[in-house]
Every structure is written in C-alpha cells, then in structure tokens.
C-alpha cells in the first residue's frame, strides 16, 4: 500500500557544507555508495542522506520513507506525488531544492575563477554576449557565472543534457525568462546571493509563484 501525504505549497531550499555529517540512508544507497571511489562515496552518501532528512522535515514522514531514487549521475527522483527534487554541488556546499512541480537547482562560489570571456564567447548566445558588452573584469565574471547558473539549474528543470542543450538555453533581462531555443520551453529563474555562494532556481513559470524559502544548516 503506498503511503499518501499532503504536499506543501512551497518551493523549499535547503544549503549543507559538505563538511557536515553524514545522515542515513537506504540499504541500496549503502550499496551503491561502496561501489564509487571514496570522494564520490561521500559525496554521494552526503547528499542523498541530507535529502532525505530535509524532506522528511517538510513532509513529516520518517527519513528512509521519503521515495526517493538518486543513482550515481542520475537527477534524483521522488515517486508520482511527492513532488520534484533537485541537487547541485559545489566544492564547499550541497544545495538541495523540491517544489510540487518542476525544478532544477544550480550552486556556485561567489568567487569562482574562470575565464568569463572564453566560456562566454563559447556557449553564450548572440543576443546574451551583446547585453554583457559593457561588462569588464570582475563585473563581468560574475555575470557570466550567474548566467551559467542560469543554464545549468534549466537543464536540470528539463532533465536534459549538459552537452547537448548548454547552448540552447538563454536568459533576457528585460523577460527574466530562461528560453530553450529548439523547443521554445520558458521558465522563471530565481537568483539568490547567500554568503559566500550564487544560487539559482529554475521552474515553471505558470505552476509556481511562491519565494523559495531558504534553511540553512
């Protein structure tokens, strides 16, 4: 018999260092966790364990009742009627997000060093490189990196594939929508700044009105 429950309407965020402890998980994620190297154990361990006990808060059933499936590279999944969830990581933290519908999460250092105008020139679109023509050094970094946020929390939303659909999606400023240019899905993008960290939250733009409401460990 499957167990039913009332979903929140909330768009729910929840941010880990990743130096916290580890919280239970399932006998197949105890499994699956012994077969990857020993970073990527934790990591694993980390994140799926943290998940569960973050739902198990918002929708007041135990831990290891919480039906969720994370494979190893795999979007996470909750099963048909508990809503949708969505991991990001980044060297210092584990952003997890979940809302009734849709969602894709994205976390970054604040100061992430990269080269904001190659990435920019490779993966940005026409009209995305002419609203940051203005931009310099540190300004543009950081808008660029928000930008990628940007696209990486839009795949997620999609289930799709960094390779492939990267260049597809594309932020306007004046819309505040991410766009998929091939089959013209579009989605609100909330951006967060928090401490040390950009954050960005990608969803349905019809299905979700609501502020994230942000716990923090």
């Not at 260049?167 to 400023?173: E, G, H």
């Not at 766009?179 to 401490?195: E, P």
């Amino acid at each position: 018999m499957k167990m039913t429950i009332e979903i929140p309407s909330v768009l729910a965020l929840w941010l880990f260092p990743n130096n916290s402890y580890l919280k239970p998980i399932s006998a197949k994620e105890k499994q699956l966790a012994n077969e990857l190297p020993s970073w990527r154990s934790r990591q694993y361990q980390h994140s799926r364990g943290h998940a569960r006990q973050a739902l198990s808060e918002l929708l007041h059933i135990s831990p290891l009742d919480v039906p969720l499936e994370a494979k190893p590279g795999e979007a996470p999944v909750l099963e048909e009627g508990w809503g949708y969830v969505s991991f990001s990581h980044c060297n210092d933290a584990l952003l997890i997000g979940w809302a009734p519908h849709k969602i894709g999460v994205d976390l970054e250092r604040a100061n992430r060093n990269f080269k904001a105008e190659l990435l920019m020139n490779r993966y940005f679109c026409k009209e995305e490189k002419e609203s940051l023509r203005d931009l310099k050094g540190e300004e543009l970094r950081k808008a660029v990196l928000k930008r990628w946020l940007i696209k990486e929390a839009s795949i997620k939303w999609q289930r799709g594939q960094l390779a492939k659909d990267l260049s597809q999606w594309s932020y306007s400023s004046q819309s505040e929508l991410a766009s998929h240019k091939l089959n013209g899905q579009k989605l609100c993008v909330h951006q967060i700044t928090y401490s040390k960290w950009f954050m960005t939250i990608a969803y349905d733009q019809i299905k979700t009105s609501n502020s994230p409401i942000i716990c923090v460990s």
